[in-house]
């Protein structure tokens, strides 16, 4: 099992910046991808980015992908995700996903990730 705790999130007015982290942790040996997803009140839990074990490969869904970076420590296992220009409709819980995959390929499911943190608020006033 792998361990995934997020931090990060908070009150910001539009227009301004976040950056969340995600600190994963589980075998020694492993590779696993990470990704962030949101979920605000009464609707699906939507992906937002995702990226490699390596930090080689990333995707950001096109909602946020010309304002939202998403990147990783690797020595660290910790990925980060660098929200600027920040609007009310980004309000939500947001999540950090982890699974083991050594490859490039960025899954975009929710079920497809079998390990999750806890949540941190992000909440985004106008």
């Known amino acids: 099992q792998v361990h995934v705790v997020e931090s990060g999130g908070g009150l910001v007015q539009a227009g301004g910046s976040l950056r969340l982290s995600c600190a994963a942790s589980?075998?020694?040996?492993?590779?696993?991808?990470m990704a962030w997803f949101r979920q605000a009140p009464g609707l699906e839990r939507e992906f937002v980015a995702g990226?490699?074990?390596?930090?080689?490969?990333?995707h950001c869904a096109d909602s946020v992908k010309d304002r939202f970076t998403i990147s990783r420590d690797n020595a660290k296992n910790t990925a980060y995700l660098q929200m600027n220009s920040l609007k009310p409709e980004d309000t939500a819980v947001y999540y950090c996903?982890?699974?083991?995959?050594?490859?490039?390929?960025?899954?975009?499911?929710?079920?497809?990730?079998?390990?999750w943190g806890q949540g941190t608020q992000v909440t985004v006033s106008s």
């Open positions: 990226i490699s074990w390596n930090g080689d490969t990333s």
């Open positions: 996903a982890a699974r083991y995959y050594s490859g490039t390929y960025i899954f975009t499911g929710s079920n497809e990730y079998p390990f």
């Open positions: 589980g075998r020694t040996v492993s590779r696993y991808a």
